[in-house]
């Protein structure tokens, strides 16, 4: 089941409702009849002399949760604190799940079902399961329907959803990247490095992920991670650069570091 409130360091999206000189109100799109408050000064990080320079009404914000307070009903978010990252994986985020209840919408009304009866017979649960019901409906496109009777949905809906995911979606890679850095004193360093890299690669757990690392200059190396989806890509991204890092450090003046490039 859906929450009721967003939690405290949680990354929202929502439609800014009211703009005030001292703040702006936004209206949370994945929690209904949620409100949060941007001070301004949770606004940017430079200098805000007007609001209404950096916040209009109707526009689409992300912001972070600051503080939540249930029994007030309050909800303090901030932009200033969203980097560029989080703010474009919170859009594409938000696209999928529209899409995705588009989808689920479709499904439902071949079985007789209103939107609402199919997110709590089969569009929660896939959530709760998957993390996502597009990522949910993507799966069952590669490994077929029967995975989804075999979480104990029905098969009518299996069926329903099997048959509107294929009709509609088209999988398609997205691809992440970083630098990775990589130094050690060893004598026999350029080796101790070659098996780090080797270790990294060996450490993607999906057949379907891509991972390629490439030297661009030492002591850098670049990640790629060519992906089905966005969060796939991201964990596996994660895992090969801290593989490589932490085999790095066992050795002498072994040291490594990962940044995550802006695509």
């Given at each position: 089941?859906?929450?009721?409130?967003?939690?405290?360091?949680?990354?929202?999206?929502?439609?800014?409702?009211?703009?005030?000189?001292?703040?702006?109100?936004?209206?949370?799109?994945?929690?209904?009849?949620?409100?949060?408050?941007?001070?301004?000064?949770?606004?940017?990080?430079?200098?805000?002399?007007?609001?209404?320079?950096?916040?209009k009404k109707g526009q689409r914000v992300v912001a972070k949760v600051m503080r939540?307070?249930?029994?007030?009903?309050?909800?303090?978010l901030s932009l200033k604190r969203v980097t560029d990252q989080q703010r474009k994986?919170?859009?594409?985020?938000?696209?999928?799940?529209?899409?995705?209840?588009?989808?689920?919408?479709?499904?439902?009304?071949?079985?007789?079902?209103?939107?609402?009866?199919?997110?709590?017979?089969?569009?929660?649960?896939?959530?709760?399961?998957?993390?996502?019901?597009?990522?949910?409906?993507?799966?069952?496109?590669?490994?077929?329907?029967?995975?989804?009777?075999?979480?104990?949905?029905?098969?009518?809906?299996?069926?329903?959803?099997?048959?509107?995911?294929?009709?509609?979606?088209?999988?398609?890679?997205?691809?992440?990247?970083?630098?990775?850095?990589?130094?050690?004193?060893?004598?026999?360093?350029?080796?101790?490095?070659?098996?780090?890299?080797?270790?990294?690669?060996?450490?993607?757990?999906?057949?379907?992920?891509?991972?390629?690392?490439?030297?661009?200059?030492?002591?850098?190396?670049?990640?790629?991670?060519?992906?089905?989806?966005?969060?796939?890509?991201?964990?596996?991204?994660?895992?090969?650069?801290?593989?490589?890092?932490?085999?790095?450090?066992?050795?002498?003046?072994?040291?490594?570091?990962?940044?995550?490039?802006?695509?």
């Open positions: 089941m859906r929450k009721d409130f967003p939690d405290e360091g949680e990354i929202v999206i929502g439609t800014v409702i009211d703009v005030k000189p001292f703040g702006a109100f936004v209206e949370l799109l994945e929690y209904p009849k949620k409100e949060g408050m941007v001070h301004i000064s949770e606004v940017s990080s430079g200098w805000v002399k007007n609001i209404r320079d950096f916040v939540v307070n249930k029994r007030k009903g309050q909800i303090d994986a919170k859009v594409q985020e938000w696209k999928r799940l529209q899409r995705a209840e588009k989808l689920l919408e479709f499904a439902g009304a071949k079985l007789g079902k209103s939107l609402e009866e199919s997110w709590e017979e089969v569009g929660h649960p896939l959530e709760e399961e998957f993390g996502e019901l597009y990522e949910a409906l993507e799966y069952i496109i590669i490994e077929g329907k029967d995975v989804l009777t075999e979480l104990g949905i029905s098969e009518e809906w299996a069926n329903a959803l099997y048959e509107v995911a294929k009709e509609n979606i088209e999988l398609t890679n997205v691809k992440v990247d970083g630098i990775l850095t990589l130094t050690t004193t060893e004598p026999n360093g350029i080796k101790v490095i070659k098996n780090a890299l080797r270790k990294a690669l060996k450490a993607n757990p999906y057949e379907d992920v891509k991972v390629d690392i490439r030297y661009i200059g030492a002591p850098k190396y670049r990640i790629e991670i060519l992906s089905p989806d966005y969060k796939s890509g991201e964990e596996v991204l994660k895992t090969v650069a801290n593989t490589a890092i932490d085999y790095i450090k066992k050795y002498k003046g072994g040291e490594g570091s990962f940044v995550r490039e802006s695509n």
